[in-house]
């Protein structure tokens, strides 16, 4: 069994642990084919982020070179060993693609893949911008509800996903604000709407991920849902595993189980990335 963990957090987000040469001597010691460094990009040159404690959410713009110089360095240095992967996981706003490209652009031609994220929420009426799935805005999840907080992620994710500028390979999470265990009351409607996005997903043939890291959280569950990779697989979207690991002891973080329960629903095989082109590898 070839595994790849395409999602994980070190040391240079500010809120997780473990240098990057930690993490690849970890992905070597449990017999990964494949690690992927995705850290969080920066935010500081957003808009209407004024509640957030994006100092806490991602390294700054200042340490972008030494993030993608180091990681260069140990992926030379490990080639025998292991395949090192190299990415950012973006967050979208909305109307601020362009803020973002400025940065973006003069680095892009050294990542391997960008994975597609939304962790901050923002409604026309309400308190502005909150991070959903930091423990600490939990009484604005509370103040909006569930089912809110369902579909203007989903309609987000739609225009994330949708916007010719916002660039990116994967879309990490699906089904994020379950995190805290919250679920929808009007299932049905928020499930039409992540039935939406997925169309949209297939329609640009980009990648999702299968990730992990609910089964440490509140809802001991991956994300998204089975139900959700089932109408996934019906639409042939490609996949790709992530644990989202915040320490170096969380990579591959219950890849065995999830992959009995993707052979199940009819997935056999996983996207690999390598300077932005597509392969695929066997399960």
Same mark, same amino acid.
């Given at each position: 069994m070839i595994l790849e963990d395409m999602h994980t957090h070190s040391e240079r987000c500010h809120h997780a642990v473990g240098t990057l040469e930690d993490y690849i001597k970890k992905a070597i010691e449990i017999g990964l084919k494949t690690i992927g460094f995705s850290d969080h990009f920066p935010y500081e040159f957003l808009k209407k982020i004024d509640? #957030?404690?994006?100092?806490?959410?991602?390294m700054t713009l200042d340490e972008i070179e030494n993030y993608l110089s180091t990681a260069e360095r140990l992926r030379e240095k490990y080639k025998e060993k292991i395949n090192v992967r190299i990415s950012f996981e973006i967050d979208y706003f909305k109307n601020q693609e362009k803020a973002l490209n400025v940065q973006l652009e003069k680095i892009k031609d050294r990542l391997d893949y960008i994975l597609g994220s939304i962790h901050i929420l923002d409604f026309e009426e309400g308190r502005g911008s909150w991070g959903f799935d930091d423990s600490r805005f939990l009484e604005d999840y509370e103040f909006y509800g569930p089912d809110r907080v369902y579909m203007q992620y989903y309609k987000t994710e739609q225009e994330m996903v949708s916007s010719n500028e916002f660039d990116l390979d994967i879309v990490g999470h699906f089904d994020l604000p379950k995190k805290f265990g919250h679920l929808p009351d009007n299932r049905d409607a928020v499930l039409n709407e992540a039935l939406k996005t997925l169309e949209l997903i297939k329609n640009r043939d980009l990648v999702m991920e299968i990730n992990t890291s609910g089964f440490r959280k509140e809802v001991k569950k991956q994300y998204p849902s089975l139900e959700i990779i089932e109408k996934m697989y019906e639409l042939d979207?490609? #996949?790709?595993?992530?644990s989202d690991a915040h320490d170096p002891n969380e990579i591959a973080w219950e890849f065995k189980t999830i992959i009995k329960k993707l052979k199940r629903i009819g997935y056999f095989q996983l996207v690999h990335f390598n300077k932005r082109e597509r392969s695929f590898i066997e399960m």
């Open positions: 509640r #957030i404690p994006f100092g806490e959410y991602a979207i490609p #996949i790709l595993l992530g």
